[in-house]
């Protein structure tokens, strides 16, 4: 037992016992040089108790944020240490081990892809848990002083798009500099968007939903769907490197900052980064439609993904509460549509489907393995 532990109780004890008469307070007891220990923290098989550790995705770390706070005010655990480094970084660190001190989980606004997977696997990650926690929008924000855009994947992908068809049969670097050039009914400015980088599943869907869709109203990137599917992607996926681009990094508030500074640049977010702050930024609307929780659940908004995290079933019986973390951030009082996450701008999923990734969740009821892993 470490009895500096019980120093500062005894003190508070004999002081009650002088002014009681029950024990003798001369000169032999000096309260004042009893000195107060620091906390020392729980002891775990003669070590720290090890800390759930969360890395990935920007987009999901608000939600598993929040739940990690009330996990941790509700329950005897720790509250979970939460970090940023995006879905494609996430994975490859939450890949690299099992043990205590590696990460039990990612958050990922994705889903796993099968060369992570392999990576997980080689590095002896073997059970995973996927859960699927709710949807959001990705969105074209600009700060409220700026002009209302209305958008179509079209408009995006020719924006955006580091070339295009130059109408003889090849390929010319995009030749657009400002919105205008694209479509009369959009303003003169300039064509600046602050995005996330390649390691982001923010970028990832982005890409997938926005620039995929957009390039198949051009013809010529249609037929070459049929033709080449895989030449198509890299055409519908590579985005300009002249500088209407920036890559901003993982965290969405620096591109909030950046939008702040100039009212001509639009930034990619998650949904939830623009409702926490539509006092300063608006959503551009997607083929009219405004981002909003409703239109995003209803599915009428037109760049939307789901979002995940994953569990580390090893860690399971390394890292105490990881189950109980589970359970907690699949409570209908999170989750669910009148839940605390919602509050913080998670469009939660149909209550079937809801119902049946809490109980896969809590059964932690692991992805099928892959062959020869």
């Known amino acids: 037992m470490d009895l500096t532990r019980l120093l500062p109780p005894l003190r508070a004890v004999l002081s009650s016992l002088c002014v009681t008469g029950l024990a003798a307070c001369g ?26 550790k969360i890395v990935g995705s920007s987009t999901v770390a608000p939600f598993s944020t929040t739940v990690a706070e009330q996990f941790g005010a509700a329950t005897p655990f720790d509250s979970p240490i939460v970090e940023t480094t995006g879905t494609g970084g996430g994975f490859k660190t939450f890949c690299q081990a099992v043990g205590p001190q590696e990460p039990s989980i990612v958050n990922a606004s994705r889903r796993i892809k099968l060369s992570e997977r392999r990576l997980c696997a080689e590095a002896g990650v073997t059970g995973l848990v996927e859960v699927k926690i709710g949807f959001d929008g990705i969105v074209l924000a600009s700060t409220k002083t700026g002009p209302v855009l209305d958008l179509t994947t079209e408009v995006i992908y020719r924006a955006l798009a580091a070339e295009l068809p130059d109408g003889k049969g090849g390929w010319q ?10 479509s009369p009914d959009l303003p003169d400015m300039p064509i600046l968007v602050s995005g996330p980088p390649p390691t982001s599943g923010t970028r990832d869907a982005f890409v997938e939903i926005a620039m995929e869709t957009g390039a198949l109203a051009l013809p010529e ?12 992607r890299r055409r519908a996926h590579t985005v300009r490197a002249d500088g209407a681009w920036i890559d901003s990094g993982e965290n969405d508030s620096a591109i909030v900052q950046t939008l702040l500074k100039n009212r001509d640049s639009l930034g990619i977010l998650g949904f939830s980064f623009l409702e926490q702050n539509l006092d300063r930024l608006q959503g551009a609307r997607i083929g009219g439609v405004i981002p909003r929780f409703e239109a995003i659940a209803a599915g009428e908004y037109g760049i939307s993904r789901s979002m995940y995290f994953y569990v580390k079933t090893q860690n399971l019986a390394l890292v105490p509460g990881l189950d109980a973390f589970v359970v907690e951030f699949t409570q209908e009082d999170a989750w669910g ?19 049946m990734q809490r109980d896969q969740a809590r059964a932690m009821q692991e992805m099928p393995r892959l062959d020869g892993l």
């Open 221 to 232: 990137l249609a037929a070459l769907k049929v033709r080449d599917p895989d030449r198509f």
């Open 27 to 52: 000169d032999g007891i000096d309260l004042s040089s009893i000195e107060e220990q620091p906390e020392i923290a729980p002891v775990f098989s003669g070590q720290p108790v090890p800390r759930i």
């Open 337 to 355: 549509p009148d839940g605390y996450l919602a509050e913080k701008g998670l469009i939660p999923l149909p209550e079937a489907e809801r119902r």
């Open 173 to 182: 670097a995009n030749p657009y500099k400002t919105w205008k050039q694209i």
